[in-house]
């Protein structure tokens, strides 16, 4: 725009030039041709009507005067009748102008008759009415090419938003596999360099896929096998360990009414080793309810939960705690019960170790997602709370763990206390 405008004005400027030198050119041209002839200078007199200067007042780019031996103005083409030539041009365009053209200088033709001066024409240069064409043109070609500018920029962006559009597609599919959703997909772009990128993103999401869900089943694998060991050991410990300390138990309190009779001297040792057994049997008990709790293999989910929650309130008796659990199926697989179960278990431990509540809820029930029925599990408290962020220990990474390895989702919220969400679905991966 501005270099257009710059040869713009200095084409304006050369063809103004050239435009009132050649029509002054033209004009002396015609004059001295009509001095020669005009009868008036042989009677040595000048007449107003001699060259008919009005004739000439459509000629705007000059100034003509004629003036006699006095110095009068007798005749001239300006306009007679008060109007004069409105310019359009601004005073700055004309003083612009005038700067970078040389001064405009007026041309004399005398008038004389055998050596004697009758008067002169005085020719003076007027670009006004050019300037004012120029400045015309100047402003209606800027107009056109910022009409076109402006169009150009309106298709330029209007093609621009279009071949981009599929951005939003793609900020759509990463916004998608932020929050979880391995199952994203970019379309197939007609662009060239989009097409290669939605390629590249779809086989990288199935590579990330594949490694997550080979993940997933290690690590439930590790959960399976970990749940085994720890059935078989509440098993040996209950069948070889529970009943030797009840064995000891009961010889114990043998050897106490023996000795009532026979050996009171060892009364007081039989009733120490009868106290210590039972203390054994209440602490394997205790071991063999952490390790695999039995009513979670005989009577299902629903009535170890209850169990769960009746055993930790007697532990914690400085702290309400509810549990409410409705639409659960009779039935569910091992994993799925297993992995509530602990869930809910890490829960009540952490609120005991670090919450500081004085109140827990537990919500068990049935919940849809993604077109899949699962179970929704939430556990809530009014403790201190904690930044998920920055905790250590394996607690919460466990419970992500066993959740996400079923194909569910797991998330924590601790505003005002602490929050946290599983949902698993019914059928895992």
Same mark, same amino acid.
């Given at each position: ?24 050119? /033209? @004009? =002396?041209?015609? &004059?001295?041709?009509?001095? $020669? ?8 007199? #000048?007449?107003? !009507? ?93 107009? /056109? @090419? =910022?009409?076109? &500018?402006?169009?150009?920029? $309106? ?8 071949? #981009?559009?599929? !951005? ?262």
């Amino acid at each position: 725009m501005f270099a257009g405008a710059f040869l713009s004005l200095n084409n304006a400027r050369q063809n103004a030039h050239a435009e009132v030198v050649s029509a002054e050119k /033209l @004009v =002396l041209y015609l &004059f001295d041709t009509a001095i $020669l002839n005009n009868p008036d200078l042989a009677q040595k007199k #000048l007449a107003s !009507t001699g060259f008919h200067l009005q004739q000439l007042k459509h000629m705007r780019h000059l100034k003509i005067e004629l003036i006699d031996s006095t110095g009068k103005v007798i005749d001239s083409n300006q306009t007679q009748d008060g109007k004069t030539f409105q310019n359009e041009a601004p005073a700055w365009f004309e003083r612009l102008l005038n700067q970078l053209t040389s001064k405009w200088e007026p041309s004399v033709r005398k008038l004389e008759y055998h050596d004697v001066t009758l008067g002169e024409i005085v020719i003076t240069p007027d670009p006004t009415y050019e300037y004012a064409e120029k400045w015309k043109q100047i402003t209606d070609l800027l107009s /056109l @090419v =910022l009409v076109f &500018f402006v169009l150009v920029n $309106l298709m330029v962006m209007w093609a621009v938003s279009q071949a #981009l559009k599929p !951005t939003a597609k793609i900020l759509d599919a990463l916004n998608e596999l932020e929050n979880g959703n391995l199952a994203a997909r970019l379309p197939a772009f007609k662009l060239p360099e989009l097409s290669r990128i939605g390629e590249k993103f779809n086989r990288m999401v199935e590579k990330l896929q594949l490694s997550v869900l080979q993940n997933h089943k290690l690590t439930q694998q590790l959960i399976t096998l970990q749940e085994e060991e720890r059935k078989n050991l509440a098993r040996e410990l209950h069948d070889e360990f529970g009943q030797c300390l009840t064995a000891i138990n009961t010889d114990a309190s043998v050897i106490s009414k023996v000795a009532d009779k026979k050996y009171p001297e060892l009364k007081e040792s039989a009733l120490a080793i009868s106290q210590l057994s039972r203390h054994l049997i209440e602490m394997v008990s205790g071991l063999l309810q952490q390790l695999r709790p039995g009513i979670l293999d005989e009577l299902g989910l629903v009535p170890a939960l209850l169990d769960l929650v009746d055993a930790w309130k007697m532990r914690h008796k400085n702290i309400q705690c509810d549990i409410k659990v409705s639409s659960v199926k009779e039935y569910l697989s091992e994993a799925i019960s297993i992995a509530i179960y602990r869930l809910i278990q890490e829960s009540l431990t952490n609120v005991a170790r670090h919450a500081e509540a004085s109140k827990v809820h537990i919500e068990v029930f049935s919940l849809s997602q993604l077109g899949k029925e699962g179970l929704q599990i939430l556990v809530k408290d009014n403790g201190k709370g904690f930044n998920p962020a920055s905790a250590g220990g394996f607690g919460l990474p466990g419970m992500r763990e066993r959740v996400e390895g079923l194909g569910g989702s797991f998330s924590i919220k601790s505003d005002n206390g602490t929050e946290i969400q599983a949902w698993i679905p019914n059928k895992p991966y």
